[in-house]
């Protein structure tokens, strides 16, 4: 038995809450741009409901940041002109200013990033449950999806995301710590180097988990120990093309730097970049599942049916052998 099958056999198995369907389908991604290809109407208005829940992240990084550095600067007297420590001009309070702009967006971070996360979880439920349910070919009401999502999940992305929240939030900030210094220092010690590499690989660790364990959450009825103990287990045996998916996901984020592709990429993810992205980690997330835990399921169900014929053939036979032994024997006198 290979490592793999060994560690596969760990997972708590169960059907999940889908309707019958081929749980060895092929073409998962072609499928989930069909999916929401044909409901884009109705993707649009989750984006736009998710949209509400994810306002204080937008206000937050989007509008307030920026215009608290400049702000921050204008008041200070720098004559500054740029972010990320770029084109700040040849000034004697160069240090003071760069330093100034790299404590207000990690403050930023430190404060706002994880409870705007803890927010946007509650209507990433909502959302979820809704495309889980197009992707299943289920019947949808946006409005009552979206809110019975929110009730019978809110709580497992709440913990979630949190974690999440936490974890990308010390990411950030071992980043921006690290900027900072190679801004003002020119270098950085070993420990902030290995704060950032180390904060960056945990959050990419962390992302490949949340990618199966969303899907996951919302599709079987597990107590929250076997769903992270499933997550962990498929992320796994899954890494490979679980990396590919999220590297995929996150990619245009750095799009976001680019000052000319920025509000594009804005517009897109106000609009359907939500939307699809939930889309596109759903499929991944049956694909997970219907292998690695419906699949098995199906498969010791189908061996417990074979085992419980067998015994009753074996029971048959015995009972017929005893007759021929004792003929007289259950006859009433």
């Known amino acids: 038995m290979s490592k793999l099958t060994k560690l596969a056999a760990k997972m708590t198995l169960g059907k999940d809450l889908g309707p019958e369907r081929d749980y060895n389908e092929r073409g998962r991604v072609r499928k989930a741009f069909a999916v929401f290809g044909s409901k884009l109407k109705n993707m649009l208005a989750i984006n736009l409901m998710l949209d509400v829940f994810a306002l204080p992240l937008i206000i937050m990084f989007v509008f307030l940041m920026g215009r608290y550095e400049q702000n921050q600067i204008a008041e200070a007297g720098y004559s500054f002109s740029g972010f990320l420590g770029i084109g700040y001009g040849l000034v004697d309070d160069t240090v003071a200013g760069i330093n100034m702009i790299y404590g207000i967006r990690s403050d930023f971070f430190l404060y706002f990033f994880t409870p705007g996360m803890m927010i946007l979880s509650i209507g990433l439920a909502g959302a979820y449950h809704c495309i889980r349910n197009y992707y299943w070919g289920v019947e949808v009401k946006v409005l009552k999806h979206f809110f019975r999502g929110i009730k019978l999940h809110w709580w497992k992305f709440l913990i979630t995301f949190t974690f999440l929240g936490l974890v990308g939030t010390n990411a950030a900030c071992s980043t921006i710590e690290l900027m900072r210094l190679m801004g003002t220092a020119g270098s950085a010690s070993a420990g902030i180097w290995i704060w950032c590499i180390g904060s960056l690989l945990f959050t990419l660790l962390s992302m490949l988990f949340v990618s199966v364990f969303l899907p996951m959450s919302i599709s079987f009825r597990?107590?929250?120990?076997?769903?992270?103990?499933?997550?962990?287990?498929?992320?796994?045996?899954?890494f490979l093309a679980n990396l590919i998916l999220t590297v995929f996901m996150v990619a245009p984020m750095f799009l976001m730097m680019v000052n000319i592709v920025r509000y594009l990429v804005y517009i897109v993810m106000i609009t359907i970049g939500g939307s699809l992205y939930i889309t596109l980690n759903v499929a991944f997330g049956n694909f997970c599942n219907d292998i690695l835990i419906n699949g098995m399921y199906e498969y010791e169900q189908e061996q417990a049916a074979k085992a419980a014929q067998m015994q009753r053939k074996q029971q048959l036979r015995e009972a017929a052998k005893a007759q021929r032994v004792n003929p007289k024997k259950g006859k009433k006198k």
């Open 222 to 238: 597990f107590n929250y120990g076997q769903y992270i103990k499933n997550s962990i287990i498929a992320a796994l045996i899954m």
